[in-house]
């Protein structure tokens, strides 16, 4: 079993912190593994029931958690964003922490951004460093999601040619970039590259020039277990734009960010873990959903201990 600190990842190297809503919106229908779910339905709880009960409480919860399909978890947010920051650094941290063994969480690391475009319009005329831009559009980049991301099978052809104009300045964009060359890093294992955007969440203010970029990005990758200038030269290279490009494309149309999908269905408290509509009661109840027994956490937030 792993520390309770060392799976947060709250052990610190040269100062850096190795892991450590703003709105409603429509709730967008995402695929479920409906086959997987029923076939561990029906198979597997009554084994799994009689197995654990001869095993210790943690070998107990690894064999309920064969029962089900796990549960899927889509985050969409960017790095300048101080509610997507609020919610890595806890509900989210938290639920990765606690219960890892349930969910399969992918982080799409573009957010509010947009690429101007001639279709949508869009100025990075007097485009700050590393403040909010007043030049931002609600309107063009909710245009740009339609016929960019995720929403459109064939994108205009200039999605991505254009300046990248993000909605808290250019540092915004920077370091959501390093998030994206963190996931292509470790294998898009969120486990491991969750500590390097939790990290550099917590240091995010510190960006405020090209060299302190270079001594945050680079202090959480030697503290997250990645090679600092693989990360770097990825983050400031061709690489970092192609995947800042990829994520771009898989963003869906959203409201605003933290957009959480739990199983497809949106989050709507993205500030509260254990909340009624916080992310570990919806994360227990679709793994209930799925056929999966109730893990000591999920007895917890059911009230049932």
Partial sequence: AVPALAALGLLTVGGFSSLG???????LARAMPTAAAELAAALAPASASATASALPAEAAVAVAA?????VQIDVYGMAGCPFTRAFVEGPLSETI??????????LHAFGNSYHATEQCGGSAKDYPFDSYFKGYNLTVRECWDGICGAATVEPAEDCFSG??????????GMVTTAWACAKEMTGEVATEYMRFVRCTSLHFLEVTSESTYDSVMGGCAKASGLDASQLLNCARGSQGKRLQDAEGRA???HPAVPFVLVDG???QDTHCVACG??????V???WRAHGGQDTPTCQGIFGLI
Avoid: F, N, Y
Wanted: with cysteine.
């Fill in 284 to 286: 227990c109840e679709a």
């Fill in 66 to 70: 064969v029962a089900g399909a796990k």
């Fill in 21 to 27: 809503s703003d709105s409603k919106g429509a709730r």
């Fill in 97 to 106: 922490d606690v219960a890892s063994e349930l969910i399969d969480m992918r």
């Fill in 163 to 172: 300046p990248l104009i993000c909605q808290h300045g250019a540092t915004d």
């Fill in 251 to 253: 963003t869906v149309p």
């Fill in 265 to 267: 269905k949106e989050l």
């Fill in 277 to 282: 509509d916080g992310i570990m009661q919806k």
